[in-house]
C-alpha cells in the first residue's frame, strides 16, 4: 500500500503562487508515473499535470500550461506542483495520483493506483 500525503495548498490573491507536494510512502518511489488532478466545487475531478518515473517527461492540462510546472525529486520521494498567475478558477481541492503501469491515456482518473487525500486551493480575486 502506498501512502501520498499532499501539502502547501491555502489562500492566496489572484496572480500569485502556491507550491504543492505530495511525500509519498513507496519504498520505490520511482516506479510511479505521478500526476496532479484537481475538483472544484460542483464540478468533476480533471487532470491537471503528470510526470514520467525519472522526470524526464511532463504532460499539462491547456489550462495550465506556462503556468503550472510539475517537478519531483525521487530522493525524497515527493512530487511538486509550482503554481504560478494563478486565477480565481484554479480553486479547487488539488489531488495527487500515482500510477503504477504505462497509461495510454493519462488524464484519465481510473488509470491511477494511489490517491492522497487532497489540499485546498483557494484563489481570491
Known amino acids: 500500500q502506498v501512502q501520498l500525503v499532499e501539502s502547501g495548498g491555502g489562500l492566496v490573491q489572484a496572480g500569485g503562487s502556491l507550491r504543492l507536494s505530495c511525500a509519498a510512502s513507496?519504498?520505490?518511489?520511482?516506479?510511479?508515473?505521478m500526476g496532479w488532478f484537481r475538483q472544484a466545487p460542483g464540478k468533476e475531478r480533471e487532470f491537471v499535470a503528470r510526470i514520467s518515473r525519472i522526470g524526464r517527461n511532463t504532460y499539462y492540462a491547456d489550462s495550465v500550461k506556462g503556468r503550472f510546472t510539475i517537478s519531483r525529486d525521487n530522493a525524497k520521494n515527493t512530487v511538486y506542483l509550482q503554481m504560478n498567475s494563478l486565477k480565481p478558477e484554479d480553486t479547487a481541492v488539488y489531488y495527487c495520483?500515482?500510477?503504477?503501469?504505462?497509461?495510454?491515456?493519462?488524464?484519465?482518473?481510473?488509470?491511477?493506483?494511489?490517491w492522497g487525500q487532497g489540499t485546498q486551493v483557494t484563489v481570491s480575486s
Open positions: 495520483a500515482a500510477d503504477l503501469n504505462y497509461s495510454s491515456d493519462y488524464t484519465r482518473q481510473a488509470e491511477y493506483d494511489y
Open positions: 513507496a519504498r520505490t518511489f520511482t516506479i510511479f508515473d
